[in-house]
């Protein structure tokens, strides 16, 4: 039984990556409409994991997804190949009126989706732990006149990837196992038997060099393409009555590099949780909006591959940004004023420090810019599982339509664990986590 997947992001490679380690895997295509992968949110995000940074719908699934995160890195070295390494996380409040800087321990608590609230990651996190140095921030982190700290997350329930490299090597396993990769091809239309069946797709190129139409045969398909998975669906389904309620947000990030971050931090427990040798963790800052800056700034202090040392800055949205036509585009639509405020922001937080109300000194090695469209759900929370049959105008018999996405910002965090119980619903299994609350009708 042959199965189609559309969208080769990292939900949708996650999907084949457990789909080709089945006892006896089906023949797996991945299809894409852009010529190169990884230019919209696979390639841009920041990249934290969570545990339980959920709202009870999606808590099996993060928690399926974490465990196969650090299971990935342990058994494939994933903290030298993808930057992954455990993360403590503060909480950052800067007061209206500048005083001095301010250090608080975290009280236990959950928070709801930051999603379905409207709100940043920092107002839900799960508050626990104590600070892990004594002063309460690594040199990373610019100390900031009136801001108060507050650990929200540890090394044992946090983590931070690289997401391009993580969807690299994950792309280049699928390729071992026989996965076939259909670049700058979209589906454009369903194949059926004499019976009215779903048979297989068909495909339109766009690039020069290749046949314009193909065909590819297939039992199910698996739309996993972001943001653009309501086009997708709309497309190959054309007279059907079901909206996917999946709206794309734009958000604009930067990368760059620091003096006072040359080495990674070393875990001073000691606790090998990072898949390496080393002990590397990572540093994250999530801050609510305030008198220097009206969103609310994520910074992530990660690794890159070979514990090549990177901060990530982004939390500046813009949902009336439309989305293009295929991911490739997306570069083009990087808007500079958007840049120059995450680079002020960037700065405050990260650079070199002056005297008393001064301006930081901005002596950041700028790395690359991005903008990505994340697919968020109307609900908050993922669509994960098969299109009925009655919403798709066609019989399915053995095989079905599936869908993957909605994942907003935890698209990272949940995507091992999404591909994990795609393909478990695929091959006629029990599911890992129980993704009742996800369906998609």
């Not at 006892?23 to 990249?47: N, Q, R």
């Not at 099996?60 to 403590?88: C, D, I, M, N, Q």
């Not at 044992?156 to 690299?168: F, G, I, K, N, S």
């Not at 653009?228 to 054309?238: D, E, G, I, Q, Y």
Request: with cysteine; charged share 20%; net charge neutral.
């Amino acid at each position: 039984m042959s199965i189609v997947i559309l969208g080769g992001g990292i939900i949708g490679l996650s999907t084949a990556y457990y789909l080709s380690r089945a006892d006896s895997p089906p023949k797996i295509h991945i299809v894409d409409s852009s010529p190169t992968l990884f230019t919209s949110a696979s390639g841009y995000a920041g990249g934290f994991v969570a545990l339980d940074w959920f709202s009870p719908s999606v808590a099996s699934l993060g928690a399926l997804s974490f465990r196969l995160h650090r299971e990935l890195a342990e058994r494939h070295g994933g903290s030298t190949k993808w930057g992954y390494a455990g993360s403590h996380v503060y909480s950052l409040s800067v007061a209206e009126r500048g005083a001095s800087s301010k250090r608080k321990k975290s009280k236990e608590g959950k928070g709801e989706d930051w999603i379905s609230a409207g709100t940043s990651r920092a107002q839900v996190a799960p508050s626990k732990g104590d600070m892990v140095n004594p002063d309460g921030s690594p040199a990373v982190w610019t100390p900031q006149i009136g801001g108060t700290l507050e650990t929200i997350g540890q090394p044992e329930d946090c983590a931070q990837v690289e997401p391009r490299e993580l969807c690299e090597f994950l792309l280049e396993e699928c390729k071992s196992k026989g996965v076939e990769l259909h670049l700058s091809n979209r589906a454009t239309g369903v194949l059926t038997d004499s019976g009215g069946a779903l048979k297989g797709l068909q495909l339109q190129c766009t690039d020069a060099g290749q046949p314009k139409v193909k065909e590819l045969e297939c039992k199910s398909v698996v739309i996993a393409a972001g943001a653009w998975t309501p086009r997708a669906f709309k497309v190959l389904f054309p007279q059907s009555t079901l909206r996917i309620p999946i709206e794309p947000l734009a958000g604009h990030s930067l990368v760059v590099r620091s003096p006072r971050y040359k080495t990674p931090f070393v875990n001073t427990s000691k606790r090998n949780i990072s898949g390496g040798k080393d002990h590397w963790m990572c540093y994250a800052i999530y801050c609510a909006p305030g008198r220097h800056w009206s969103y609310a700034p994520e910074a992530f202090a990660r690794l890159s591959g070979g514990g090549e040392t990177e901060i990530w800055l982004g939390g500046l949205n813009d949902p009336t940004l439309a989305l293009p036509d295929i991911s490739t585009d997306v570069k083009n639509m990087i808007d500079p004023e958007s840049i120059r405020d995450l680079r002020k922001t960037t700065v405050r937080l990260t650079g070199l420090a002056k005297e008393g109300n001064e301006v930081n000194q901005d002596d950041l090695e700028s790395i690359r810019e991005g903008l990505c469209f994340r697919p968020i759900s109307q609900r908050g929370t993922p669509l994960i599982g098969k299109v009925p049959d009655n919403h798709l105008g066609i019989k399915t018999g053995e095989g079905g339509v599936f869908i993957a996405s909605g994942h907003g910002p935890w698209g990272i965090s949940l995507s091992l664990g999404t591909g994990k119980v795609m393909s478990e619903m695929l091959t006629g299994q029990d599911t890992s986590a129980d993704i009742r609350a996800l369906r998609v009708a």
